[in-house]
């Protein structure tokens, strides 16, 4: 099994997180982890990106990655910062073919069957499908795996948990992506671990 599919197969869901102080990050991680949820994805789209993966890093059992990579430059950063997967809303050439070199686990995002051949030709087999409702949802991807059954997905992208299961009932469709686990603003530790729980009991 390849190690990004390994930490796919983790949790059914993957936190997306948008950090924008870094005091929150280690309590927001904690509440993840203590939930059953391992994974956690920390996007660049914040100057507290890079400071909230190191001290995510701190907490005993997570699993930190770095998503919002959009070039060489800010995976060579992630990585810099322990990220220990790396997830692109897109897939480059360049970027693509610079993951495969570190031997970092990899997640492009791919919203078609041009980005998924691009994939394909890079050596990659594990994807994003991003936005996921805003792209066609459920049946587009669906219409997708037809010819690409040796791909596994990660769909992000306006997924909720009321909707998390429709999407994990693809055996091709190995976790979801979701931004609904951590509300904005001083985290709740409680809550934060009651919507973890309620994810990781997806899993089937």
């Known amino acids: ?32 982890v203590a939930g059953g949820l391992r994974v956690l994805e920390v996007t660049l ?22 998503g919002t990579v959009v070039d060489v430059v800010g995976l060579e950063s992630a990585i810099a910062a322990g990220s220990e997967f790396i997830v692109s809303p897109g897939l480059t ?21 041009g980005d998924i051949m691009r994939g394909l030709d890079l050596g990659l087999t594990h994807f994003k499908f991003f936005p996921a409702e805003a792209n066609g949802g459920l049946p587009a991807l669906k219409s997708l795996i037809g010819p690409f059954g040796q791909c596994k997905f ?7 948990q009321d909707t998390a299961a429709d999407w994990l009932a693809v055996p091709e469709i190995l976790c979801v992506g979701g931004s609904w686990l951590v509300a ?21």
């Open 184 to 204: 904005k603003g001083t985290p709740d530790a409680a809550a934060i671990e009651a919507a973890a729980r309620a994810a990781a009991a997806l899993a089937r």
């Open 45 to 66: 789209r914040t100057e507290a990106g890079l400071d909230a993966i190191r001290e995510m890093k701190k907490v005993p059992g997570a699993i930190v990655g770095a």
């Open 93 to 113: 050439e360049p970027l693509g073919a610079a993951a495969v070199a570190k031997g970092i686990p990899f997640l492009p995002g791919v919203a078609n069957a």
């Open 154 to 160: 990660c769909p992000t992208g306006g997924i909720r």
């Open 1 to 32: 099994m390849k190690p990004i599919e390994t930490i796919m197969r983790t949790a059914p869901v993957i936190p997306v997180l948008v950090i924008e102080d870094v005091a929150h990050a280690k309590p927001i991680a904690e509440a993840l």
